[in-house]
């Protein structure tokens, strides 16, 4: 849930009353911390002692959203949208037995940290049996010797049904894990000392987190050297995440190939506009953000030794057509037909969720100044994004997703096309047709359709899901992080109307969603417009972002004006005069 960074919104201060309400929970919830609630909520905040308590709302990459709870400034715990109150591994080290348990081996344990879901296979059986957990609680996972949970997640078997299931399928469905990037909004503290747990380990008298292990000759393994073991086995795991190994020329094609592969298909396909593309942008921002996390691109280590020679070697291939504009290596167009590009999955974890930004000086003016160090180069970009309704949520949940999972276009045809293979509905004669079953019948056929439809293309399935979804769109506006709203992307207002006769006026409204103060827009147009202008505050609300929503307005048709001035600026695209993010409309009678 958190390998990729959440987007957290600002924090706001928790009232007297809604801590209360929070310890309370907190109680209710995990009856085992007790009068220790007091501990990881303080009652009130002291200027020496600290105690903020804080709320920020989140979204994270798989589009699971909820609200993180911070005392000062560390995250201690999160609600998710069923009000469910989850612990951070910083609140589970404070009270080690506020949850359940199970033990792991350390490599294991590793694996959790690289995204995986505890297996039972994996688990170790205390010496005292299992505790009492049902399924779908909150549980911790912990190296055996180790108190300290290292991992959080949902049971997905109950302990009766442990004996049943002989040990095999999923135990935990992990949602956080030390080091991941939820633990990075904290201090980013390791577990506590080995001297510290060794205390806990001398008071528990019933050796409940204490593996006994049994060598051939029956002696027993020393609690001791178990804990030395976790403790090296974690440094380790830390040591090789770090580590990057050094490919081949080979792999490293290999490498560049999935790279180039992924852009295509998810960032370039989903941004059209971006065509044509000199070779040096399309490998910067695109290609290397796109490598499988983990992995380091150096076209100098491949067989190919140059961006412009690979590329090329790829429009041999048929991927995609280059032209060379002034000297540079340009991409024109993409084969998204082609069979390679069609039957390519994306890795789920890539290098970068943003395109790098280029570098700029400091002494820009306008809109790219003041929008918290706008780069110049930077564009405004919207993806479109879907989340299931009641009808679509089955067919969601068949493939692995839930209620509050959103996804791109992209990510919609890898859901029809793996739920079809998955299925086996592929027509025989005609591959690009999916027969309709009863979880497609209901997430895509209207009533009048359910008896008369029995197969689609996979296209109009596609199509037809999109437009049965939630909208959502992700806004990446530059200089500002990225944010997750509802509904579709709302344009900025441009009118050209009449005034008293034939005087003639261009106004403009709803710049403030997307970064750019009215009061300085209209400074740079009164300078670059050579005309009078005026702001004027709108009656109604405030933004999102409590920015108070006003109307420039400026003297004469300034069309072109204004949009080389956005495009400039505020990194609004244009492509003829167009842009989906400017909504222009001429009031006047035949005046341009």
């Not at 034939?502 to 827009?521: F, H, N, P, Q």
């Amino acid at each position: 849930m958190f390998r990729k960074p959440p987007h957290v919104k600002s924090q706001s201060p928790l009232r007297s009353s809604d801590r209360r309400k929070l310890r309370a929970d907190l109680q209710a919830s995990f009856p085992h911390v007790g009068s220790r609630a007091a501990d990881l909520i303080p009652v009130k905040e002291s200027k020496d002692a600290g105690g903020e308590v804080a709320t920020a709302k989140f979204v994270a990459h798989g589009g699971e959203q909820g609200i993180l709870y911070l005392v000062d400034g560390q995250p201690l715990f999160w609600r998710d949208l069923d009000s469910r109150l989850w612990p951070t591994v910083y609140a589970l080290w404070k009270v080690p037995d506020m949850v359940s348990t199970l033990i792991t081996h350390g490599p294991v344990m590793q694996k959790l940290f690289d995204g995986a879901d505890l297996m039972l296979p994996g688990v170790i059986t205390p010496q005292g049996g299992f505790p009492d957990f049902k399924y779908g609680e909150i549980m911790g996972v912990i190296v055996r010797g180790n108190p300290f949970p290292l991992a959080i997640g949902s049971a997905m078997v109950s302990k009766d049904n442990l004996q049943s299931s002989e040990m095999r399928g999923k135990g935990i469905r992990v949602a956080h894990t030390y080091g991941d990037t939820l633990w990075a909004l904290g201090d980013k503290s390791d577990p506590p000392a080995e001297a510290d747990y060794a205390e806990i380990a001398e008071s528990d008298a019933s050796g409940s987190w204490i593996e006994v292990e049994t060598d051939p000759s029956g002696a027993a393994t020393p609690a001791e050297s178990i804990v030395e073991d976790s403790q090296e086995l974690l440094q380790n795991v830390l040591a090789t995440q770090e580590a990057e190994p050094t490919l081949t020329p080979a792999e490293m094609d290999e490498l560049l190939e999935t790279s180039l592969l992924t852009a295509l298909k998810t960032r370039v396909y989903e941004d059209p506009k971006s065509l044509p593309m000199v070779s040096s942008l399309l490998f910067s921002n695109y290609i290397t953000p796109c490598r499988p996390r983990g992995t380091a691109l150096d076209v100098r280590h491949s067989s190919y030794k140059k961006v412009g020679k690979f590329l090329k070697a790829m429009e041999k291939r048929g991927w995609l057509k280059l032209k060379d504009r002034n000297g540079e290596l340009t991409l024109v167009s993409v084969n998204f037909s082609h069979p390679q590009i069609v039957g390519f999955v994306p890795p789920k974890k890539v290098a970068g969720d943003e395109k790098p930004k280029a570098e700029h000086t400091d002494n820009s003016t306008g809109p790219s100044a003041s929008n918290k160090g706008e780069k110049k180069g930077d564009v405004v970009s919207v993806t479109d994004l879907y989340r299931a309704k009641e009808k679509q949520l089955r067919l969601v949940q068949e493939m692995g997703g839930g209620k509050d999972s959103l996804f791109r276009n992209c990510d919609l045809h890898e859901l029809v096309n793996g739920y079809a293979k998955r299925e086996s509905l592929a027509n025989p004669q005609n591959p690009r047709l999916v027969k309709i079953d009863s979880i497609l019948c209901d997430a895509v056929l209207s009533k009048d359709e359910y008896n008369s439809v029995d197969f689609l293309p996979r296209d109009e399935i596609i199509k037809r899901l999109a437009e049965r979804m939630d909208y959502y769109h992700e806004m990446k506006i530059p200089g500002q992080q990225e944010e997750i709203l509802r509904g579709k992307v709302k344009p900025m207002e441009v009118v050209v109307e009449q005034r008293q006769g034939r005087k003639t006026v261009t106004r403009i409204s709803g710049m403030e969603r997307y970064g750019i103060d009215a009061e300085e827009l209209a400074a740079m147009l009164r300078v670059k417009c050579a005309s009078s202008t005026s702001v004027t505050p709108l009656p109604g609300g405030k933004s999102a972002s409590s920015a108070k929503l006003c109307e420039v307005m400026v003297q004469g048709s300034k069309i072109k004006e204004l949009s080389a001035l956005l495009e400039k600026e505020a990194g609004i695209p244009f492509s003829g005069g167009k842009s989906r993010f400017v909504n222009i409309v001429q009031k006047t009678k035949g005046k341009k």
